[in-house]
């Protein structure tokens, strides 16, 4: 089954700019979804599509997908972003949601 | 607003089964295009997708579970419902209940997840 590849963890300073990735194969062809979870919390949707956001969702927050390489970036990063992120794929080929491992995102 | 509410038991003993219903409301859950799904989450561990079910009683189970999972639907009460039988203490995690947007295949509304223990 195809497999999604997170950094465990990305840590950036207030204001700054944080870059979370999802790797897999040839995955930029594909259609990947960021999920925003925060302690305890159940996960919310923050960019799908690869670049679009949901109602609500500040325009900091986007997407970008090319290669082997999803990105999701938060500009201007706020003490209020700190939390895990998933990025999420379908498997066509299996025909099943996919979830990468999740990147905890520290604001120093 | 769509809410998702999931109910069940929040402590299971080893080898037997674990049943929790998700109840949805502000919207059908016979609507068309959408599917209803079961992940979970171990502590401090990431997602898992569990099942997908369509109003009509079409399910999906991810492999690794299909042999203990049976994932059921209600319309007239607007719940569907998750079994997992056998459990082992690996089971132990945060059960969350989702809708699944068709095409776009992603999870649009979450519950707010309920905490299954394994344990004797």
């Known amino acids: 089954s195809f497999v999604l590849t997170q950094t465990p963890s990305v840590s950036v300073a207030p204001g700054k700019t944080a870059r979370i990735t999802c790797g897999g194969d040839n995955i930029g062809g594909e259609s990947v979804h960021w999920y925003q979870q925060k302690p305890g919390q159940a996960p919310v949707l923050v960019v799908y599509d690869v670049s679009d956001r949901p109602s609500g969702i500040p325009e900091r927050f986007s997407g970008s997908n090319s290669g082997n390489t999803a990105t999701l970036t938060i500009n201007r990063v706020e003490a209020g972003d700190e939390a895990d992120y998933y990025c999420q794929m379908w498997d066509s080929f299996t025909d099943r949601p996919v979830f990468g491992g999740g990147t905890k995102l520290t604001v120093l | 607003q769509l809410q998702l509410q999931e109910s069940g038991p929040g402590l299971v003993k080893p080898s037997e089964t674990l049943s929790l219903t998700c109840t949805v409301s502000?919207?059908?859950?016979?609507?068309?295009?959408?599917?209803w799904a079961w992940i979970r989450q171990p502590p401090g561990k990431g997602l898992e997708w569990i099942a997908t079910i369509y109003y009509s009683g079409s399910t999906f189970y991810n492999p690794s579970l299909k042999s203990r999972v049976t994932m059921s639907v209600d319309t007239s009460k607007n719940q569907f419902s998750l079994k997992l039988s056998f459990v082992t203490a690996a089971d132990t995690a945060i059960y969350y209940c989702?809708?699944?947007?068709?095409?776009?295949?992603?999870?649009?509304?979450w519950g707010q997840g309920t905490l299954v223990t394994v344990s004797s």
């Open positions: 989702a809708r699944l947007r068709d095409g776009y295949n992603l999870f649009d509304y």
């Open positions: 502000g919207d059908s859950i016979s609507r068309t295009n959408y599917y």
